[in-house]
């Protein structure tokens, strides 16, 4: 039976939920496209409401389903031809405000509404609760005889408490058969005991750090939201170092002593072991993580343990926002400019987005934090909408890093080089005081792109449009679209000639060749997200590298991210140029958000550091603003041109991508589609174009662009659009993409 559901509902529901017999017929979401949740019937007996999580038959199957809102649900159906709800899981149901950001964000994001709820079943074997596990009393009474490692054993079971087998023989220091022989002696009951805790419940008040001075006013802001209670959104900026972690940690606080749950979404969750280990030396115990690397029982036991409320605070990548919590009463969006909260699968939605409505619905405070936010954040938070929170120095005597640029035009490599005669005399000095260098590029492999000498043949994928990068270490070219793979040619497949293919421009890989090469005695290492032994290994490579084991560290955007490393004190961009050029109408702010998060890897420690910045526009305002540390300026220019241009947060933009297995077929379908667009004044459509692109997995891929004024209904819009335009036949798909990022 559901427990603990809410009285509300009885009265709210009573009409469509009556217990009163047969024929009680319920709206049931499936995990399918369709646009309303399907009619079941509630077998006598069974007790469902809404929210609870069942199984139903589909066609031939069983899937997993959830009760829903009797609104929008399917209307004259003939009871008698309705199937009956197979089973009921034994699960707190989905609460209301879940529910409703369900609906609101499949509404927004023009999502089959199915979809959206199976986001938050992502655990089926947990929604039946964890078995009890077997466990110990002790009754009294002596043993037959006495020995030291009995006598420990009896010591601890004394205090009167339950314990598990093998954990009284731990604790004890003893085998487990000494505890057996006690138990054969009839010392001890056998109790059950709930399963234990994933994560044993944080301490608020476990040391609580000093705060002074203008961190000391962000934390009192903040937890004024949290004791006040209602929606907010509060947007902390402040440098890398600044103490931003340090401030959001005491509205965690102040959150857990109201008895609620908190949400902490982080990029690349899996990575950040060192963010783990200080929320424990903060609050004595770690959060609950939740990404995709989690193994399949700990993953089971996290949903179910949020859902009961057991669970206090979670730490998860955006996938995480989809956990049903009990009572949750804040979310944390750390770096909440990062691209990687975007979802651009399936259901496209942006997490950072999400968690504002999310707790809109439930009326709780929410936190935005960024040493460079997003322009659409930076504009709420200047128009009012967003409480700025500032943070304007590096805590303690860590200063930030002193940043050059090293104009390539003028300091240009030697022949088959990538660095600059002033990056690596930079090296060398920070090699010589034994501190440790990090270059930064954002291209795995070796090369990102071969051709042939003789006949200029490149290598591109079979089944997209783009060049197959050669990684040296697998001695494998690789398409990074499709996870294409073919073994690293000796000869032109075009002309037959041996040993004449080349690598054009250079990969991680490349550069650490180079380095090799100038420094041979030096500890180097690349890191980027294809190496093999997965997170495990990068953990051990991301701790070596803080201990110092490791004096030159070449890395993706992998290394950009939240790792403190105290001996790093010169930072290297090796193509400062590369995201600036790819048509994205947020390609200046991106490089200008990624370089300042590269750059304040270093000196976190209160050793004097240097950024070096290869780059053939050192004119380039991202450039001018990253040197000079005006951010403001740079702001001030991006928010004028996207509100010139009307583009978001000014104006509202949404991709439809359609792809089909032929050009014409997926171009067709978007002319028509085109056509079927509606007049609304403020709304245009640009395009079909052919997606940059062009071809991914062997289908191809045409885009249009919808842009409206603030105010257009884009929603309404897109959906009379689709309603008019034709079926999407054969291979052909249609995707919508709302507030998209990615424009390729
Ligand atoms: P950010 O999140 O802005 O990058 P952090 O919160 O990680 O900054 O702080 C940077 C470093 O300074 C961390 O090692 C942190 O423990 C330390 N620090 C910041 N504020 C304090 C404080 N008030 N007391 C002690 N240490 C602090
Ligand atoms: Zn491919």
């Known amino acids: 039976m559901a427990k603990d559901s809410p009285p509300h509902s009885e009265n709210l529901f009573g009409a469509l939920f009556d217990d009163s017999g047969a024929g009680r017929v319920v709206p049931v979401l499936v995990p399918m496209p369709a646009p309303v949740p399907y009619s079941y019937k509630v077998p006598t007996g069974m007790h469902v409401e809404p929210g609870s999580i069942v199984q139903v038959p589909?066609?031939?199957?069983?899937?997993?389903g959830v009760v829903w809102d009797e609104s929008g649900s399917e209307t004259g159906l003939d009871p008698k031809k309705l199937k009956p709800i197979t089973h009921a899981f034994d699960c707190p149901p989905l609460t209301d405000g879940m529910r409703r950001f369900l609906d609101w964000l499949a509404a927004y994001t023009l999502s089959p509404p199915g979809l959206v709820a199976r986001m938050a079943l992502r655990a089926p074997a947990a929604f039946e609760p964890e078995p009890m596990v077997e466990g110990l009393r002790y009754l009294g009474g002596e043993p037959e005889r006495r020995t030291a490692a009995r006598e420990r054993v009896l010591e601890l079971a004394g205090d009167g408490l339950s314990w598990t087998r093998s954990g009284l023989a731990r604790a004890a220091g003893v085998s487990a058969s000494v505890v057996d022989g006690l138990i054969a002696q009839g010392l001890f009951e056998t109790v059950f005991l709930p399963p234990p805790p994933v994560v044993a419940p944080p301490d608020p008040d476990y040391t609580a750090p000093r705060l002074e001075g203008p961190q000391k006013e962000a934390a009192e802001e903040i937890c004024h939201h949290v004791r006040k209670g209602g929606f907010s959104v509060s947007l902390i900026d402040g440098v890398t170092g600044s103490g931003k972690t340090e401030v959001y940690f005491e509205a965690i606080a102040e959150t857990l002593r109201q008895g609620r749950q908190v949400l902490i979404l982080l990029p690349e969750i899996a990575l950040t072991s060192s963010f783990l280990e200080r929320f424990q030396d903060r609050f004595g115990s770690k959060p609950a993580e939740w990404h995709s690397d989690l193994a399949p029982r700990t993953r089971e036991k996290v949903w179910r343990?949020?859902?009961?409320?057991?669970?206090?605070?979670a730490a998860g990548a955006r996938s995480a926002l989809f956990l049903p919590f009990e009572n949750l009463g804040l979310i944390i969006v750390d770096e909440e400019h990062d691209p990687a909260y975007k979802q651009e699968d399936r259901v496209f939605y942006n997490a950072r987005d999400m968690a504002v409505v999310r707790g809109r619905i439930d009326d709780?405070?929410?936190v935005l934090v960024s040493a460079t936010p997003s322009v659409e954040s930076q504009v709420n938070a200047l128009s009012g909408r967003y409480e700025p929170v500032h943070l304007p120095t590096r805590f303690g005597d860590a200063a930030m890093p002193d940043l050059h640029l090293i104009d390539m035009r003028r300091?240009?490599?030697?022949?088959?080089?990538?660095?600059?005669?002033v990056m690596l005399r930079g090296i060398k000095k920070t090699l010589e005081k034994e501190e440790q260098a990090l270059l930064f590029l954002n291209r795995r492999g070796y090369a990102p792109l071969?051709?042939?000498?003789?006949?200029?043949?490149?290598?591109?994928?079979?089944?997209?449009s783009s060049w197959l990068v050669e990684h040296r270490f697998k001695g494998q070219i690789q398409c990074h679209q499709c996870g294409y793979f073919e073994k690293t040619p000796d000869a032109c497949p075009e002309c037959g000639t041996l040993d004449h293919l080349v690598a054009c421009g250079p990969g991680v890989e490349r550069i650490a060749e180079e380095v090799e090469r100038h420094f041979p005695e030096a500890r180097t290492i690349v890191l980027s997200s294809d190496m093999t032994g997965g997170v495990k290994r990068l953990r051990l490579e991301l701790e070596a590298i803080e201990k110092g084991e490791v004096d030159i560290v070449i890395g993706t955007q992998l290394v950009a991210k939240g790792h403190n490393f105290p001996l790093m004190t010169l930072v290297g961009i090796v193509d400062a140029d590369l995201g600036l050029s790819n048509g994205d109408p947020r390609a200046a702010e991106r490089t200008f958000q990624l370089l300042s998060q590269v750059t304040g890897r270093a000196g976190r420690s209160g050793l004097k550091s240097r950024g070096l910045i290869q780059t053939y526009q050192p004119q380039h305002p991202v450039m001018q603003a990253i040197v000079s540390g005006n951010a403001e300026a740079f702001y001030d220019r991006e928010i004028n041109e996207r509100e010139k241009a009307l583009l978001p947060p000014f104006g509202r933009l949404a991709s439809i991508i359609v792809s089909a297995e032929s050009r014409a077929d997926a171009e067709n379908h978007a002319r028509a589609l085109r056509a079927a667009a509606p007049h609304v004044s403020g709304v245009a459509v640009l395009g079909p174009a052919e997606a940059a692109l062009a071809l991914v997995r062997g289908r191809h891929r045409f885009r249009l662009l919808v842009h409206g004024r603030r105010n257009s209904d884009m929603q309404a819009f897109l959906k009379e659009m689709l309603a008019k335009g034709p079926k999407a036949r054969g291979s052909v798909q249609v995707q919508v993409d709302i507030d998209p990022q990615s424009f390729l």
Do not use: D, M, W, Y
């Open 364 to 366: 709780f405070p929410v």
């Open 450 to 464: 071969t051709l042939c000498r003789v006949c200029g043949h490149r290598f591109q994928c079979p089944n997209c």
């Open 411 to 421: 300091h240009a490599p030697e022949r088959g080089g990538f660095l600059s005669p």
């Open 58 to 64: 589909l066609g031939p199957r069983q899937v997993i």
């Open 305 to 313: 343990q949020v859902t009961t409320g057991e669970v206090k605070v």
